[in-house]
């Protein structure tokens, strides 16, 4: 079963703009993943940030986390045409192994 | 990085053919992999669990006798869709994880495109 829940769902954006979308969940987690896929393709591990964080950069990537909210976010600062992807939220319950991935934001750039 | 290879990319056959699609970390030992189905447009569901050197574990309403997964060693994990039907068409997806910790990022291949005439 799904554990997390993006929004929105899909996102129209020009180029230059920031792109943000949101992530919640339902249980405690070790640590919640933010990955992106294109079209036809496997995922793409892009932040990793754990129970104990608050905040996390990589680049033009910023994700914060606040597990009071049950929920994530996934920044992406002046944004490129290839962007343009699916942005998945995985989140790796406590006490399980797996984990559960979002139904995913599909973001679109506008050159 | 880690890489994990999925082989095939792309397969077409007929009602009723059994297809092994194989996934393979290729620089990092996997002690367990993940297989995902995901259908257009929509988010990966989960279809089991694969451990090496025993039984994978099967997520509510999968069949097992139906999607085979061998974990014959820490870097090669298959999945056989047995006796395929039009309704088993779809994107398939396998990851491994580094280590045992949680705390370690899932990779993934690039997945498998299965179309059951």
């Known amino acids: 079963s799904q554990q997390g829940e993006e929004d929105p769902q899909a996102l129209s954006i020009q180029e230059g703009e920031n792109a943000t979308m949101n992530c919640s969940y339902k249980?405690?987690?070790?640590?919640l993943q933010w990955y992106r896929q294109n079209s036809g393709r496997g995922l793409v591990h892009l932040i990793l940030?754990?129970?104990?964080?608050r905040e996390k950069h990589s680049g033009r990537l910023r994700v914060t986390l606040d597990t009071s909210k049950k929920s994530s976010s996934l920044l992406i600062t002046a944004s490129r045409a290839a962007d343009t992807a699916s942005y998945f939220c995985?989140?790796?319950?406590?006490?399980?192994?797996?984990?559960?991935f979002g139904a995913g934001t599909r973001l679109t750039v506008k050159p | 990085g880690a890489v994990v290879s999925q082989h095939p990319s792309w397969v077409i056959c007929k009602s009723g053919t059994s297809v092994k699609i194989e996934c393979r970390s290729l620089?990092?030992?996997?002690?367990?992999m993940f297989w995902y189905r995901q259908f257009p447009k929509q988010s990966l569901m989960l279809m089991a669990t694969?451990?090496?050197?025993?039984?994978?574990?099967?997520e509510q309403g999968v069949e097992k006798d139906k999607f085979l997964i061998n974990h014959a060693s820490l870097t090669l994990s298959t999945l056989t869709v047995t006796s395929a039907h039009p309704e088993d068409s779809s994107f398939y997806i396998c990851?491994?994880?580094?280590?045992?910790?949680?705390?370690?990022?899932?990779?993934f291949g690039d997945g498998t495109r299965l179309s059951i005439l």
């Open positions: 990851s491994a994880r580094p280590g045992e910790s949680s705390n370690q990022p899932q990779h």
């Open positions: 249980t405690s987690i070790n640590n």
């Open positions: 940030i754990r129970s104990n964080e």
């Open positions: 995985a989140t790796d319950p406590y006490n399980n192994n797996d984990m559960r």
């Open positions: 620089d990092f030992q996997a002690t367990t």
């Open positions: 694969s451990n090496e050197g025993s039984k994978a574990t099967y």
